[in-house]
């Protein structure tokens, strides 16, 4: 198993050693590569105005980090075309497939971008130009492949000349029209063709060859060579591949055998059916099925005993039988109560959240979604939405309460930690305690949450403006306490206020804790957001351009849940997709601002 994530530079430690391993392959199937070439990539990443071209690497590993093939595409803005400098598997893994599952992904990638297509080199399949046979063969395979998608040589010009008299085997410029159906015109041809000669051979190919070979592009629109490997359908065989200009929508399909039926417990199951019904009506999600993830990422945030307490008491009751913490013993946390239904209240902060074989499942598999939402981000979609239940971030490192035994955001946030710096911003109507206590004493997560203060609002202990982190987390947590009653402008100006802070700190990823109990009439908030507050929320946030992961928390007016989230993905949607690709994320790593 394998996933594909992108890489924008060379700081990070996990991007060093994928780096490492990057270019470890490249001197194996490279032989004649200069080394010149191979030394530069991290620069090429880092330093887009330099190189002229925005490059991004993206790496095929498996869990333990190992790098079993990559390719690096440069993307061109302005003359709005991407090249594919390399696409490799390691030696070991030749001939496994994962080349061809990186050539769909780098695909719907381009086709992500304002382009009119990509261009690669390959080498010939003709003997004319290619005197080794074995050679021969090996192209002719990687052409055909290429045929599949529609993606041919270029035909009728002087690109396949060779530098010198003794090359062999000069490549062919390939292209891609990535089933977009641009014509592409020999006048733009001719610029990008300059451009790739100058920018990427600009040492080797002398002024006159390039003038010489950019001049032999005459044929408007420009030709491919006709199929020759796939005859009858036009070489064109579509991708299946998602899309990643979609939202990755990932459901807890294990939520509703979680169904409290206690009188006021509203965190119940007809919630996520009122949100799917509405999103369900646009055609911005894709639906990703959840995986199975390691519960020691769970340990990793939450406390190890709290954890196994939460599973082995959960999964010794039976059917729907339901413990509710009743003592709480608040000193001497040393000697937790050995009545295991009576430490409950060792393990929680209130009296209304129950312990259940089912609550356990459905919250392991929350985390699960949540996790597959993350990792969807960092697969290369710039927008996902774990939409689960029970909620999370009431949930602390050992406590559960106010509906969350595990904080799904916290568990996300460490997880994508690795890759960057994290922000969570809570926009729940009730202070998110969890991730607050859970990275209180972090600079790498910053915690920022927007609520009702704790004078009148669950969870009433914490959700102070005065708290802001410690030791090193010194700076790193900003709440934003608002009063029993506002107008939506006053909370819109909050979350100004909050994400211009968010900014500053300049995080790899975003993540929201996604409250809708700050509508009017929910049962939980003394709010009154409407659709269209929600849709200016989702706006603002869009315009962050930070690759973003959504994290269900509350809302419970099951009559405008759906609606009103509806509405934030809509506002979210318009203003995330007009990316470039210079966004935040290429920078993020570089600044150390303190805020
Ligand atoms: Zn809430």
């Not at 880092?46 to 079993?68: C, M, T, W």
Request: net charge positive.
């Amino acid at each position: 198993m394998f996933m594909i994530r992108r890489i924008h530079d060379d700081i990070l430690p996990v991007n060093k050693k994928a780096l490492q391993q990057v270019k470890l392959i490249l001197k194996q199937q490279f032989p004649d590569l200069r080394s010149i070439d191979v030394d530069k990539i991290p620069a090429m990443l880092s330093n887009p105005l330099k190189h002229r071209f925005r490059s991004i690497l993206y790496v095929a590993e498996d869990g333990r980090g190992q790098v079993k093939g990559f390719a690096l595409l440069s993307y061109e803005p302005e003359l709005k075309f991407c090249f594919l400098d390399y696409i490799s598997a390691s030696v070991q893994l030749e001939g496994s497939g994962i080349g061809g599952v990186l050539y769909e992904w780098i695909r719907t990638e381009a086709q992500d971008l304002d382009v009119t297509g990509m261009f690669y080199e390959c080498l010939p399949d003709d003997p004319n130009l290619c005197r080794d046979r074995k050679w021969i063969r090996q192209n002719r395979q990687r052409l055909k492949f290429y045929e599949r998608y529609g993606a041919r040589p270029v035909t009728n010009t002087a690109y396949e000349t060779p530098l010198t008299l003794n090359d062999d085997c000069p490549p062919y410029l390939v292209f891609d029209g990535l089933e977009l159906g641009k014509k592409l015109s020999a006048r733009n041809v001719r610029k990008i063709v300059r451009a790739i000669l100058e920018r990427k051979y600009g040492d080797r190919c002398p002024p006159s060859y390039v003038d010489m070979v950019v001049g032999s592009f005459q044929d408007d629109p420009v030709r491919l060579r006709d199929p020759r490997y796939i005859r009858g359908k036009d070489g064109q065989q579509l991708s299946e591949r998602k899309r990643t200009n979609k939202i990755a929508l990932v459901v807890n399909d294990r939520h509703e055998i979680h169904h409290v039926r206690e009188r006021g417990y509203v965190e119940s199951p007809v919630r996520i059916h009122a949100i799917l019904k509405e999103l369900d009506q646009t055609k911005l999600f894709a639906r990703i099925n959840p995986k199975r993830f390691p519960q020691r990422m769970i340990t990793d945030v939450h406390d190890k005993a709290f954890v196994k307490y939460f599973k082995n008491m959960s999964l010794s009751l039976e059917g729907d039988i339901s413990i509710y913490p009743y003592v709480f013993p608040i000193r001497n946390t040393a000697r937790p109560p050995e009545v295991l239904a009576v430490r409950a209240g060792y393990y929680c902060i209130d009296t209304f959240t129950p312990l259940n074989r089912n609550a356990y499942l459905a919250a392991r598999r929350g985390v699960d979604c949540t996790l597959t939402a993350a990792q969807a981000l960092l697969e290369g979609y710039h927008l996902s939405y774990a939409l689960v239940r029970p909620p999370g971030h009431h949930a602390e490192q050992r406590s559960f309460g106010g509906f969350c035994y595990f904080n799904n955001a916290a568990v996300a946030a460490h997880y994508l930690s690795k890759y960057g710096r994290i922000a969570i911003l809570d926009i729940d109507h009730h202070h998110g305690n969890g991730q607050q206590q859970i990275f209180y004493e972090r600079d790498d997560v910053l915690t920022v949450s927007i609520h009702g203060h704790p004078r009148f609002a669950y969870p009433y202990f914490s959700g102070f403006d005065d708290e802001k982190g410690s030791g090193p987390g010194n700076g790193f947590n900003r709440n934003y306490p608002l009063p029993e009653t506002i107008t939506p402008r006053q909370y819109i100006q909050t979350c100004e206020k909050a994400l211009k802070h968010i900014s500053v700190f300049d995080p790899a990823y975003l993540i929201v804790c996604f409250g809708l109990d700050t509508a009017r009439g929910d049962p939980t908030g003394t709010w009154s957001l409407r659709a269209n507050d929600f849709e200016k929320v989702g706006m603002l946030i869009g315009r962050t351009k930070m690759p973003l992961l959504v994290v269900q928390e509350g809302g419970y007016n099951t009559r405008s849940i759906g609606i009103n989230a509806r509405h934030f993905f809509i506002g979210l949607y318009e203003n995330m997709f007009t990316y470039e690709l210079n966004s935040t994320a290429i920078q993020s790593q570089k600044k150390k601002s303190r805020v």
